[in-house]
């Protein structure tokens, strides 16, 4: 299985821009990047999904090196409410099922 | 309208009590999903259900018994509650089992053991 690493914890300003970087050394070929997002006492929310290069939606951008060995979602001017928890995954086939495996992620807190 | 919705949102109950969670989504999704969240706030998958059949089934006791009536609904049965039980429940969804497909999650159940 590929495990991520991403930083516990990120602290910001509002209207800044935020960028959260997760190492998947072990990324297989077949493998997507996928980032969520938790607010407290809420599920977790598909925030974007790559497989290579960059990514774009309008809530978020994905950048993905050549050798996709790491990944960084990026928010764009981040305010309060951009407050909660993100987390990495790697796409983990599970004999082609999906599978989520769920690190630590990083909590990342945005402030006045 | 709620995507994923569970209910109860709260259950606090007794140890060695049997509960059931209740999961109903409403995208038209074929595959469901029961993750934990411990206190330590890891996410855990322990079951899924494609078109009512089960296709996941993760290292969970055998206490826990997922039942799904049809492919909207994915209810989970916990027979003897323990205080490691104590948890927090989500239920996803995503369009198909297939892997990298987004996952749609309701927003809870707050179990707690007395």
């Known amino acids: 299985l590929a495990k991520t690493t991403q930083p516990i914890s990120m602290d910001s300003y509002e209207g800044q821009e935020v960028n959260i970087t997760c190492s998947h050394n072990?990324?297989?070929?077949?493998?997507?990047i996928t980032w969520y997002q938790q607010f407290p006492s809420q599920g977790p929310r598909f925030i974007i999904q790559?497989?290579?290069t960059k990514v774009t939606n309008e809530v978020a951008s994905l950048f993905i090196p050549a050798d996709r060995k790491s990944s960084t979602l990026s928010l764009p001017r981040v305010s309060l409410s951009d407050t909660a928890v993100y987390y990495c995954?790697?796409?983990?086939?599970?004999?082609?099922?999906?599978?989520?495996?769920f690190g630590a992620g990083t909590r990342l807190a945005v402030h006045p | 309208d709620t995507a994923v919705s569970q209910t109860p949102k709260y259950l606090v109950t007794q140890m060695g009590n049997d509960k059931s969670i209740k999961c109903e989504q409403n995208l038209g999704h074929d595959t469901m999903y029961w993750y934990k969240q411990d206190s330590k706030k890891f996410l855990k998958i322990m079951f899924s259900?494609?078109?009512?059949?089960?296709?996941i089934n993760e290292t969970v006791p055998n206490r826990f018994s997922p039942k799904s009536p049809d492919k909207a609904h994915l209810n989970l049965h916990i027979n003897s509650l323990e205080l490691g039980d104590s948890a927090v429940y989500f239920c996803a969804s995503s369009p198909t089992g297939g892997a990298g497909q987004p996952q749609h999650f309701g927003d809870g159940t707050r179990l707690s053991i007395l």
């Open positions: 259900y494609n078109n009512k059949e089960l296709i």
């Open positions: 790559g497989y290579k």
């Open positions: 072990n990324i297989a070929t077949n493998d997507y």
């Open positions: 995954l790697v796409g983990d086939t599970g004999g082609g099922y999906n599978k989520l495996i």
